[in-house]
């Protein structure tokens, strides 16, 4: 698939802001600055159609972006930066928690993991509480420029180690860097071929 354009939409507060309609929607999250504003652009191929930071906890609402005028790139707010208000903390958790679990347009939630690190008990939490709640999701790792192969080989097979002890099937994963545009036909065929199911339905 190819992207023909990609538009900004609106910024959320909360999930009853969000579009009405029907379109599929393709969510990224991930830890705050682990890439998912980097990896929209270099999807879509538009630069700074997603803002960029240096700064963890950039993104606070819910984005919507339409792509090929026939489904949503959503960009949703990071999760576990500690350097924010209690308030703002609860605030974010109950708008991120709203859209998961309650947003019908939800069609796939991707998991963005930072492939530099080993499993963090936080992504591994927060995987495990989509597995429970049934939300269907798959996971990208990012930055895969920045480690050798052996080392991103290693951290791989350990967060698939981790979840093979309590799953039955892994989650799709893919690996990608915005730098090369590693992944990006691979996410875009994938996206593509559940689009083509949700149309054909």
Same mark, same amino acid.
């Given at each position: 698939?190819?992207? +023909?354009?990609?538009? @900004? ?22 830890? #705050?600055?682990?890439?998912?504003? #980097? ?8 630069? $700074?159609? &997603? ?12 984005? !919507? @972006?339409?792509?090929?005028? #026939?489904? !949503?790139?959503? $960009? ?15 605030k974010l958790h109950k708008m991120?928690t709203d859209y998961i679990l309650? /947003? ?10 930072? #492939? /530099? !690190?080993?499993a963090h008990d936080i992504d591994?939490?927060?995987?495990? @509480? ?6 269907? @999701? &798959? ?14 080989? &290693?951290?791989?097979? &350990? ?5 093979? %002890?309590?799953?039955? *099937? ?7 860097? +915005?730098? %090369? *545009?590693?992944? /990006? ?6 996206? *593509? ?9």
């Amino acid at each position: 698939m190819e992207i +023909t354009s990609a538009t @900004f939409i609106i910024s959320s507060t909360n999930l009853s802001a969000c579009p009405s309609g029907n379109l599929p929607e393709y969510a990224f999250i991930g830890r #705050s600055n682990v890439g998912k504003s #980097s990896l929209i652009n270099m999807l879509t191929h538009v630069r $700074d159609l &997603a803002k960029t930071s240096s700064k963890p906890g950039k993104t606070v609402l819910i984005n !919507h @972006f339409l792509i090929n005028n #026939s489904w !949503h790139i959503v $960009d949703l707010p990071g999760y576990g930066y500690a350097k924010i208000s209690l308030q703002t903390r609860e605030k974010l958790h109950k708008m991120i928690t709203d859209y998961i679990l309650k /947003r019908e347009q939800l069609t796939c939630l991707f998991v963005l993991v930072d #492939s /530099r !690190h080993e499993a963090h008990d936080i992504d591994l939490e927060f995987i495990e @509480f989509l597995g429970e709640k049934q939300v269907p @999701f &798959a996971i990208i790792f990012t930055k895969t420029d920045k480690i050798s192969q052996s080392k991103l080989s &290693a951290n791989l097979n &350990a967060y698939k180690d981790v979840l093979s %002890k309590d799953w039955e *099937e892994i989650p799709p994963v893919f690996t990608t860097s +915005t730098v %090369k *545009e590693k992944g /990006r036909k691979e996410l875009l065929d994938y996206i *593509e071929s559940i689009n083509q199911s949700v149309f054909s339905i």
